[in-house]
């Protein structure tokens, strides 16, 4: 049986249903807000309800919980190790940041969480997930709908790109393994992706000019891109409605964009799918088409 973690959230719930759509597997979901139908009550942060989601799971999809301090997330990715190695759960895959991710302050929850996972009695797979184009679309979209005014989109991406990866795709890949893994359980065999990390960037780079040559083309009228200091990219985040750490996030992803630090040159999504990654252009700049 396989559990998937965090389902009323965008990408637990594009694996839980790509998973409920294959007939042969046994899927539950998991979710802090279960209701008492066939949802299992999953909160990171609440031991009583990892001991008693996980029983009688073999292979469990941990979709990372990040929104919050690092030491928070480390305890409740830490909880759910314990967790599931009590429960006998059989393999655990952990959606992860992809390498280009290195240098942000994102990288530090998920590398202790992939080292963490590696000290435990189960096989893992790591799912290295490239950036969001929904992310990059977020951080775009107040600029983006200023330029449509001013005809200038103002960003602090520098002269960076970020290569970002449609969500469904890390869906698609995830719900290929998950299946892969718990096939491969039912025959008696780890299964092909049991002890291995995968990348899965985007291979779609974007960057400040890019963008603003997307909505030109979507408004029909010339949009220029004007690199935006950093100085006062966080004194406007700091009006923004915003926990603490998200700024902190917010700044380190602009940095390394603008480093060319997330322009990546290896992945392994292409393998994995079976198929080109979906367009990205349209879930950056809505309209926009590829
Ligand atoms: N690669 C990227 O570009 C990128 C961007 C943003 C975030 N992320 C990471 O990827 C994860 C999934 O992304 P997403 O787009 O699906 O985010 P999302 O839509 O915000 O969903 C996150 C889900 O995580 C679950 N969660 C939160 N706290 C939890 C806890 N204490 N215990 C168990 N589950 C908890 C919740 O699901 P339930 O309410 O169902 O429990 C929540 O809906 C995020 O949580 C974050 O760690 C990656």
Redesign the pocket.
């Known amino acids: 049986m396989i559990l998937v973690?965090?389902?009323?959230?965008?990408?637990?719930?594009?694996v839980y249903r790509g998973l409920s759509e294959l007939e042969d597997l046994a899927v539950v979901?998991?979710?802090?807000?279960a209701d008492g139908g066939t949802?299992r009550r999953?909160?990171?942060?609440?031991p009583e309800s990892l001991r008693a989601g996980f029983a009688g799971v073999d292979v469990l999809v941990m979709?990372?919980?990040?929104?919050?301090e690092d030491d928070v997330?480390l305890t409740?990715h830490g909880a759910?190790a314990e967790a599931a190695a009590e429960a006998g759960i059989r393999h655990v895959i952990y959606?992860s940041?992809?390498a280009s991710?290195e240098r942000t302050t994102?990288a530090v929850?998920?590398r202790w969480t992939e080292s963490r996972l590696t000290r435990s009695p189960f096989t893992t797979t790591v799912l290295r997930?490239?950036?969001?184009a929904?992310?990059l679309g977020a951080l775009s979209s107040q600029a983006a709908a200023e330029a449509a005014e001013t005809g200038v989109f103002s960003a602090a991406y520098g002269t960076g790109r970020m290569s970002?990866?449609a969500?469904q795709d890390?869906a698609d890949v995830t719900v290929r393994v998950a299946a892969e893994s718990d096939r491969a359980l039912t025959a008696g065999t780890p299964g092909p992706h049991a002890g291995r990390t995968y990348e899965l960037e985007g291979v779609t780079a974007l960057g400040g000019a890019d963008i603003a040559d997307l909505l030109t083309k979507h408004h029909g009228t010339p949009i220029t891109y004007h690199p935006a200091p950093l100085s006062s990219t966080r004194a406007t985040l700091l009006t923004h409605p915003l926990e603490p750490y998200q700024i902190t996030h917010t700044l380190s992803l602009l940095s390394n964009t603008a480093a060319g630090f997330l322009e990546s040159t290896h992945t392994d999504l292409p393998g994995l799918l079976g198929t080109a990654p979906r367009p990205v252009h349209d879930l950056v700049v809505p309209g926009a088409a590829d």
């Open positions: 973690t965090g389902v009323s959230g965008a990408l637990g719930g594009l979901p998991g979710t802090r807000t949802a999953i909160d990171f942060d609440d979709i990372s919980a990040g929104y919050a997330v409740r759910v959606t940041l992809a991710g994102l929850p998920h997930n490239g950036l969001y929904e992310l970002v990866v969500r890390l």
